[in-house]
T-cell receptor
């Protein structure tokens, strides 16, 4: 079945540091890939997405590239801010015969210190 | 409304009681999802509705859990004979249509969730 594996947190960085949160997946067919973010006290919201191999999703300075050869969708940001502190979830939506609801990773908490 | 609405926002119930959680999806969205988020954990898939198709119930943890979606809109998640391990935040999401192999990536919009505490 479909599954998503994320690096465990918390990840603690200083402001303006480079961020990478690793995400790998297992899926049948050609899934779409997502990063969702949950800010403190708020609901989940979509951060970025990619629908096919080599696509790069980007938003708010964050980027992730759909790598089919390594089944990965790592999240990166060149310079984090305190306001980026949140929990980040990698997710996929199944294609073909796979489940069509979103499958989420366990989430990675990011703490950015001033 | 403008977004996915869930009610109640908080629910405290005694062990053994039944509870109903409600989700109002975004108007026109044909797909509706229920997830559960336990403290410090990721999102656990519960059930998925898509239009008039039979729901995908594969994530429901036991037969105490059930869900229905009336008229293709509002959904109710029911937990019978609640147990302490049912305590969690229950999240509902909706999307315009389900993702397809052609590469369509459909964004799911989440509600604020219902925090259920079983005492």
């Amino acid at each position: 079945g479909n599954s998503v594996t994320q690096m465990e947190g918390p990840v603690t960085l200083s402001e303006e540091a480079f961020l990478t949160i690793n995400c790998t997946y297992t899926a049948t067919g050609y899934p779409s890939l997502f990063w969702y973010v949950q800010y403190p006290g708020e609901g989940l919201q979509l951060l970025l997405k990619a629908t096919k191999a080599d696509d790069k999703g980007s938003n708010k300075g964050f980027e992730a590239t759909y790598r089919k050869e390594t089944t990965s969708f790592h999240l990166e940001k060149g310079s984090v801010q305190v306001s980026d502190s949140a929990v980040y979830f990698c997710a996929l939506s199944g294609a073909g015969t796979g489940r069509r609801a979103l499958t989420f990773g366990s989430g990675t908490r990011l703490q950015v210190q001033p | 409304g403008a977004g996915v609405s869930q009610s109640p926002s908080n629910k405290v119930t005694e062990k053994g009681k039944d509870v109903e959680l409600r989700c109002d999806p975004i108007s026109g969205h044909t797909a509706l999802y229920w997830y559960r988020q336990s403290l410090g954990q990721g999102l656990e898939f519960l059930i998925y509705f898509q239009g008039n198709s039979a729901p995908d119930k594969s994530g429901l943890p036991s037969d105490r859990f059930s869900a229905e979606r009336t008229g293709g809109s509002v959904s109710t998640l029911t937990i019978q004979r609640t147990q302490q391990e049912d305590s969690a935040v229950y999240l509902c999401a909706s999307s315009q249509h389900y993702p397809r192999a052609s590469g369509t990536a459909t964004e799911a919009f989440f509600g604020q969730g219902t925090r259920l505490t079983v005492v």
